[in-house]
């Protein structure tokens, strides 16, 4: 076992590894059972990270009057007991929210979310993403479990797709599921197969209580920018639902004008469900739209690439020429039109 660091006097921070963790643990003259590890050592033990600057642990209240330890404020204003290493209060106590490492008691990896949020430091974003995406994998109905919770029921998840491609729409969805809806590996329609997101496009055409698209063109595009065309495409998208959300999950983007509570999610098709079935569906109305296209003009490979600036793509737009719907202002397109030569001549017409 790698040597132990001399335990510093009160307050002062030091590094710790998940070893060096465990031999103050078992070094403290406490019961296991009275305590439990949590915030940053409980994620050393867990593995989340790889070391902390002390051993924060909670319990009950009558444990922690039962503690001589010296008293100093904590982060939350409470009263915190301090030994060593050792800090403990008995304000973040919940006797049922822990796991077993090692045989000592670990706050979950939802209860240290929850603590980091609390905090809310600068210092802290990083592993709060990085928690927030280890929760996902295992349960994408997290938050709108939370909302339930919270007395929100009728709950819309709300992506887009298209903002990359070099020609036609930006296609949103907002889609309203059933409460405590799962719907076996849905997740972001990057991460999904062309077949499983027909086969999931289906279902949750079928199950979902509402869903509706919202489309701004290519012409939009160059006049507002693809980021506000976007917002708009999702406005649309919101505004077209039969039913009323009373709460929105959106990927990523913020929706300022927006008369519903909502919370913008970062790779949010990925942690809610309701966003990743709204994100299965832009994606599928959108394919289609450029599989509609590729059949009236197959030379350019509309049914492969959908539209992405790929070699190809670019190869078969310098052959063939620009149609109507591409997107004048995005490179590299723009910079072919300065070129002149072929693309100075009329510009074809599309039916969509």
Not at 99 to 123: A, S
Not at 191 to 207: A, F, G, V
């Amino acid at each position: 076992m790698k040597k132990s660091k001399a335990l510093p006097l009160i307050g002062k921070m030091i590094n710790m590894n998940k070893l060096e963790i465990l031999e103050h643990l078992n070094n403290i003259d406490l019961d296991r059972k009275d305590y439990i590890i949590i915030s940053g050592a409980s994620l050393v033990l867990q593995d989340v990270v790889e070391e902390t600057e002390d051993i924060d642990l909670t319990c009950s209240k009558s444990f922690y009057n039962s503690l001589d330890w010296p008293i100093k404020k904590g982060a939350f204003g409470s009263n915190i007991k301090y030994k060593n290493v050792f800090g403990i209060s008995n304000n973040l106590y919940d006797e049922n929210d822990y796991i077993i490492i090692e045989g000592y008691k670990c706050m979950t990896l939802e209860g240290c979310l929850k603590i980091k949020k609390m905090l809310n430091r600068p210092k802290d974003k990083k592993i709060i993403n990085k928690l927030d995406l280890l929760l996902s994998k295992k349960d994408n109905y997290r938050y709108e479990r939370e909302l339930i919770n919270k007395g929100f029921h009728l709950i819309a998840g709300v992506d887009e797709v298209g903002r990359g491609p070099l020609v036609g729409p930006v296609v949103t969805a907002a889609v309203i599921l059933p409460e405590n809806y799962h719907l076996d590996g849905l997740t972001d329609s990057k991460k999904l197969s062309e077949k499983k997101r027909e086969e999931y496009y289906n279902i949750i055409m079928k199950d979902a209580i509402a869903v509706s698209i919202g489309v701004k063109s290519a012409k939009v595009i160059d006049e507002v920018n693809i980021y506000e065309a976007t917002k708009l495409a999702m406005y649309e998208a919101i505004d077209n639902l039969k039913i009323k959300p009373e709460y929105i999950l959106i990927d990523a983007m913020k929706l300022e004008d927006l008369k519903i509570p909502s919370t913008s999610i970062i790779k949010g098709d990925f942690k809610s469900e309701s966003i990743a079935a709204a994100s299965v569906i832009a994606k599928v109305t959108r394919d289609h739209m450029m599989y509609k296209l590729d059949e009236e003009f197959p030379e350019y490979g509309f049914r492969s690439h959908k539209g992405y600036p790929t070699k190809k793509h670019i190869e078969n737009v310098k052959k063939y020429g620009l149609l109507d719907n591409y997107r004048f202002t995005f490179s590299p397109i723009s910079d072919l039109i300065k070129q002149g030569g072929n693309f100075e001549k009329e510009i074809r017409k599309t039916n969509n």
